[in-house]
């Protein structure tokens, strides 16, 4: 991530990302078939089931916990980890942090060492489906079926928000446990807005009508990582969900024969090229990283960034004084959306899991059990201006204006949630083309109908391949 801003993004630079994530998901996939076992929870040492154990952890028995250093940071770990050392003070137990989860801990997984516990987060994630292909994760049915850590009577499972164990959810069996919940949306400054006397649009035309109005202040409408095209998923695959419906992103989840030549992906596609072509993005946006684009948005750039609710916090060192992080839910595309204004993608993301394989297995679920108490729920949202999956764990947190955007959207949401799974993690190689269409789309050198036969060749060829495990989801 040592690009450059305003580096050239070129078509060559597109693809050896993309051929470089292939390589991942393709021979990643016979490691580590090649060290999987069975998914039960029952490998490593186990010591003796209590009231104040339930999991049965032996309590000398070591634990080696890996965290994604990303946009949560990781202070919240160092909470947990002292939590668990207090629960079992004869084990030796440890964390450490990385982005290079993929290229650390493959080679762990394929010579049957994995970690106990691990963040698998991050651009350099091992995806989660070849993992679960794999056989190489434990079953996390025990752990949500056992007490909380705050209240005997009542199971972990009991104690989450709403639907948070879908995302982890594969035929049936939990496997990953998202622990952020992360609120999707475009972002912006309220203090510029204000300053502008700008109204943050609620509907795609008013988009268009004010940004001509921030291009004449000196300020780009639109910045977005171009070297990572899966933040321009957020107003593409929330548009396509906003126009068709939930059923138009589930049918495109299930490889449904044509799910992706609707007019609801079309429509997305070609508001997202009048960005481009109205000269509405910032210049050099397509050659930025994460971080570089959020830094020049929060730098007054741009009045607009796709991100999830981790921005505040991965950008907290950098953030100038006086900022007010805003959400703002992706406008109304047209007059005849099926979902309404306020319509959100916000689901359970940064997925921890506990390998099949572990060592310690039973620590591994115990350091979740705990990381789902009141106590770490609540330090995380404080530590990391976010909500985890855990009832109320933000209701006493205050003084920060993106998290408190992030409650309003989200409650006013309601219901009206979108979710896909087909290019964020079921399927690693239909996720490479998405990325390299959508790389192509943002650099103009795309159309939206090339855009849709480059992602449908690349869904179809993940149906007819029965070398590639399935996933199906109703909702």
């Known amino acids: 991530m040592a690009n450059q801003p305003g580096s050239e993004f070129t078509r060559r630079q597109l693809l050896q990302r993309a051929a470089a994530l292939a390589v991942l998901a393709g021979p990643a996939a016979g490691v580590l078939s090649a060290c999987a ?13 209590s009231a104040t154990n339930p999991l049965a952890v032996a309590e000398e028995a070591p634990l080696d916990v890996v965290i994604f250093d990303g946009g949560f940071g990781v202070d919240y770990a160092k909470y947990d980890i002292n939590l668990y050392k207090k629960a079992f003070p004869k084990a030796n137990a440890a964390f450490s942090a990385t982005q290079k989860i993929s290229d650390q801990l493959q080679p762990r997984f394929a010579n049957g060492t994995p970690p106990d516990v691990i963040d698998d987060s991050g651009a350099n994630q091992i995806k989660p489906g070849t993992l679960v292909d794999s056989n190489a994760l434990t079953d996390l049915s025990p752990l949500l079926e ?29 496997y990953l446990l998202n622990y952020g919940y992360t609120v999707y949306g475009i972002w912006y400054n309220a203090k510029v807005f204000r300053e502008h006397n700008w109204t943050p649009p609620k509907t795609w035309a008013e988009f268009k009508t004010l940004a001509p109005q921030i291009k004449a202040a000196g300020i780009a409408p639109w910045a977005h990582a171009g070297k ?22 589930i049918d495109i989840d299930n490889l449904k024969p044509n799910a992706w030549r609707v007019d609801a992906v079309k429509a997305s596609l070609n508001a997202v090229l009048e960005l481009v072509h109205n000269g509405w993005m910032l210049p050099g946006t397509e050659g930025m990283t994460h971080t570089e684009s959020q830094q020049a948005f929060l730098d007054g750039k741009a009045a607009f960034l796709p991100c ?19 959400v703002l839910p992706m406008p109304d595309l047209t007059a005849s959306d099926k979902m309404p204004y306020g319509t959100l993608r916000a689901e359970a993301g940064e997925p921890f ?6 060592k310690n297995v039973a620590g591994g679920l115990e350091f979740l059990r705990i990381m789902l108490s009141k106590d770490a729920a609540k330090n995380f949202a404080q530590a990391t201006s976010s909500l985890s999956i855990v009832k109320g764990s933000a209701d006493s947190v205050t003084g920060s204006t993106g998290l408190a955007s992030v ?11 979108l979710a896909y799974r087909s290019v964020t993690d079921w399927y690693p190689t239909m996720i490479n083309e998405w990325e390299a269409a959508t790389g192509e789309l943002m650099a103009g050198r795309f159309t939206a109908d090339q855009w849709i036969d480059k992602v449908q060749a690349a869904a179809d060829k993940v149906a007819a391949d029965s070398s590639i495990a399935k996933f199906h989801r109703d909702k």
Not at 308 to 326: F, H, I, Y
Not at 353 to 358: F, H, Q, R, S, T
């Open 353 to 358: 899991i506990v390998p099949a394989k572990a």
């Open 228 to 249: 990572y095209p899966y933040y321009m998923g957020v107003p593409i695959m929330d548009w396509v969900g906003k126009v068709g419906g939930k059923q138009v992103l």
């Open 407 to 417: 409650n309003k959207v989200n409650t006013a949401a309601g219901d009206n949630l």
């Open 146 to 174: 056992a007490p909380s850590y705050d209240d005997p009577n009542v199971k972990v499972k009991d104690t989450l928000l709403p639907n948070v164990l879908d995302v982890g959810t594969y035929n049936g069996k939990v």
């Open 37 to 49: 076992g069975g998914g039960g929870g029952s490998a490593g040492t186990t010591g003796t089931k």
């Open 308 to 326: 999830g609710s981790w921005l505040e916090n991965e950008m907290r060192k950098t953030t100038p004084a006086g900022t007010e992080l805003t």
